[in-house]
């Protein structure tokens, strides 16, 4: 019997002990006494999981490691093609929105192309476009980028055309500057192959380094005041019947991949214009005659490029 009164006893200790806790909070500092007592048990419990875990990291297989470094070097290639793909599309779209931009000032119709391949001749500066006779495509059609004129077509094929560009020296363009409308035409220079050379700029023409260039619409081939060139450099020789004028093309002409071909609205245009061969500088100015002069001759010769 004493064994059961001292367990009654117990219980209704503990059962006054929960109340007054619940009520009072009389054994919240006792609690929390003894949770600093209790520890060193858990820390001590939890050894054997803290070593287990250690011993797994220390014991990883080479052949694990090395799995993993070559598949996260895949996916690193994968991302790192991603991203230039990216870029790519993002360089690419902004020359188009360029190229869109740049038709706005052409009133007759275009047709965008794309330069597929390269002339391999050295002595000949020609594309291939991928746009051909299926399409409309006519010898002495003007080829334009979103920066400036390119050229124009000499020869077409089923489904490609070859353009000669404008650093040919074989082709010549009529062109103005901008600032005054001074007339001159513009060669593909001999001696640089990136440049175009004034001919028949007499020393009085008023040209300044800087100066823009623009197509002068004269032989109906080029858009009217289409940007061609920038003078870089202009040589007078008091010796010399004429100076020497040096431009650079506006043209993305060693770059560029998307380009348009230009109708024209008028009839009358002279598709061989550009390719005629000039008189050299040294039969005189009587025999040369103005730029305006050259023109209209070149308008109404053949082709003998």
């Known amino acids: 019997m004493a064994r059961e009164y001292r367990a009654l006893s117990f219980l209704l200790l ?20 003894l949770g600093y007592a209790a520890t060193p048990v858990y820390w001590f419990a939890d050894i054997p999981t803290r070593v287990s875990f250690w011993i797994d990291d220390v014991f990883v297989s080479r052949t694990d490691l090395l799995e993993e470094n070559e598949r996260l070097r895949g996916d690193l290639l994968i991302a790192q093609r991603e991203l230039q793909l990216l870029e790519s599309l993002a360089s690419e779209n902004s020359r188009l929105r360029d190229l869109r931009e740049a038709t706005q000032v052409i009133t007759d119709e275009v047709l965008p192309a794309e330069i597929i391949n390269v002339s391999p001749d050295s002595n000949s500066k020609r594309v291939l476009v991928n746009k051909g006779s299926a399409d409309g495509v006519f010898v002495g059609q003007a080829l334009l980028d979103s920066r400036g004129l390119m050229g124009q077509v000499d020869e077409v094929l089923p489904f490609t055309a070859w353009a000669l560009l404008i650093t040919d020296s074989q082709h010549v363009t009529p062109v103005e500057v901008n600032r005054n409308g001074e007339r001159a035409l513009a060669r593909g220079s001999r001696t640089t192959s990136t440049a175009l050379e004034l001919e028949f700029v007499t020393q009085t023409q008023d040209m ?4 823009m260039l623009v197509s002068s619409g004269m032989g109906q081939v080029y858009p009217k005041n289409y940007p061609v060139a ?18 650079q093309p ?11 071909l230009v109708f024209t609205n008028d009839a009358t245009v002279t598709p061989e214009f550009g390719f ?20 209209s001759e070149l308008s109404a010769s053949p082709t003998s490029h």
């Open 230 to 247: 920038r003078i870089t450099s202009i040589t007078k020789d008091p010796g010399q019947n004429f100076a020497r004028v040096l431009a």
């Open 250 to 260: 506006l043209a993305q002409l060693a770059s560029t991949r998307h380009v348009m």
């Open 208 to 211: 300044q380094a800087g100066d």
């Open 276 to 295: 005629e061969q000039i008189p050299k500088e040294g039969q005189g100015e009587a025999e040369a005659g103005s730029a305006e002069n050259r023109v």
């Open 14 to 33: 503990s059962i006054c002990l929960l109340v007054a806790d619940s009520r009072f909070s009389y054994l919240e500092k006792l609690r929390f006494g």
